[in-house]
């Protein structure tokens, strides 16, 4: 089973965490594969995606 919560982060946040600008995040989500949750018109990511990420890439 996948770690983390589902507790929902913004592009700051996950860009705090992995050391990169919001901009990047922004840009590079995608390309990283971690799908976003829209909420209105923002961008919010499921914390055990970003885990998730990290583990496939990193291990």
């Given at each position: 089973?996948?770690?983390?919560s589902?507790?929902?982060?913004t592009?700051g946040?996950?860009?705090?965490?992995l050391k990169?600008?919001?901009?990047?995040?922004?840009n590079?989500y995608?390309a990283?594969?971690i799908?976003p949750?829209?909420v209105?018109?923002?961008?919010?990511?499921?914390e055990?995606?970003?885990i998730?990420?990290?583990?496939?890439k990193?291990?």
């Open positions: 089973m996948q770690g983390g589902y507790r929902l982060l592009a946040e996950v860009a705090e965490w990169v600008s919001e901009v990047t995040v922004k590079k995608r990283w594969g799908r949750q829209k209105g018109r923002l961008l919010r990511f499921r055990r995606d970003v998730a990420y990290l583990e496939s990193h291990g």
